[in-house]
């Protein structure tokens, strides 16, 4: 592919309105934001009660009619998870899909000022809207168990028993969604505050401010009671690489550029 | 308050039925769930369209009513962020509020097994159920803004300027959430997997399984611009605390009893 920057349009469902945050719209940004994220949460309606669900679910953006597709692409989201019979049913209704919302938001730092009002986040988030079906052939569910695995700890996929029975292929569920539209917030940077609490000397002598980075960590890996394996490559080399990436995108955070409110 | 032990009653909403995770409605577990969790996603229904939205935003549980309610008691929501002027009509409108739904979710290691299809999450999720109206006396509002600041940094209010001024009370929105059903799931342990896969000896030999503790870490506070203050007593000791706390519970939760399906 050219390097291409598209965007999701920008229209009343996804235009960010929000002071002092930075609203994104390529699709590179918002794919990275997602794809990322350890948790998603997904976000549907039913009919029987007038709160919408939220479940947590396990996702990944990719392409299966074209799987050499980047991040710049667009692309269509798998979801992984416990995909109840309610789900199942608003899923597989006639129609376009289940309408549904899915989130992905990282914290990157707690942000310390003067006024209590000015405190902050530094994070980013994504949301998407689309439509979610039920993916049935052998080859896309395949494809998609296999993009979400390695998105959980990299290049997993080969180095676990392969193929899945028929019976485990029977009960797995993916969702797929067809993305309609979607935006990123980020914000980042240090510390702002008021003039008025900056000139008042006393208080800021006293008052610390600045940014407490935020960033996940995998921990040493702890065997299991049948293991007799010892750690192998592309475990550590996962561990290390995305502790040092986290770690490093949290400082980097710290020192973006807040956007003027 | 004696030691009682309050559950959300189940019904169609809340009622968990995935097999091998553990379904908890006892209010202590479920609340605690919330008020650990950095970033809430609250999702709502707009007229607009047919997806529902969600937004990540910051919130805790208390009682204004009785401030001394611990977290076996019933509480309510107060969630801060940005409230865009769609969910301000909602939530002002008549009626009992805007129907809610509001998920905690905490990733706690990745379980990594021989097949594939048994790799897993260690987690604990929350979901909430309810009506969200706008906090109208500033009484209220300042009740809910020093529970929230104290929740993301202990002890972090007393730390900063107050009050705070008009004009900050006026630009701050609270959402206060009536809960009117609610659950959460924890799954905990080390790796289970098939006697088929189990049975393989060279399988066996040749996989590594066991658990990837996960947890949030806070890193070494980054002074901001203007700052001159060393850092306080408040924000290192809460540093060291939480993230011993978030280790542990990682690692505690990889120790765990996985149950069975």
Known sequence: MGRHNLQYPKDSTNTIKRYKVHGVYDLETVHSIVNTCPILHVSFNTPSQPFPVVLPMIGQLGSFDRPSADLRDPLELYLH?????????????????????????????????????????????????????????????????????????????????????????QSTNILKVRIESASAKISAGSTTDDKIDLENKELVASTWTGVLPVYQTIGEPIPGPYNTAKVPEHISDFSKETNDQRKQRSFEAAEGERRAS
């Not at 979610?132 to 390695?150: F, G, H, P, Q, R």
Request: hydrophobic share 40%; charged share 20%.
């Open 81 to 169: 998870g416990y995909v109840s019979s309610r789900m199942m049913n608003l899923a597989q209704a006639d129609g376009e899909g289940m309408p549904v919302c899915v989130a992905a938001s990282h914290v990157d730092g707690l942000v310390l000022t003067l006024a209590t009002f000015s405190h902050n986040y530094n994070y980013r988030s994504a949301v998407l809207f689309g439509y979610a079906t039920i993916v049935k052939t052998d080859e896309e569910k395949l494809y998609a168990m296999e993009l979400i695995s390695n998105s959980v700890v990299t290049d997993r996929w080969r180095h676990t028993r392969q193929p899945p029975l028929a019976s485990e292929m």
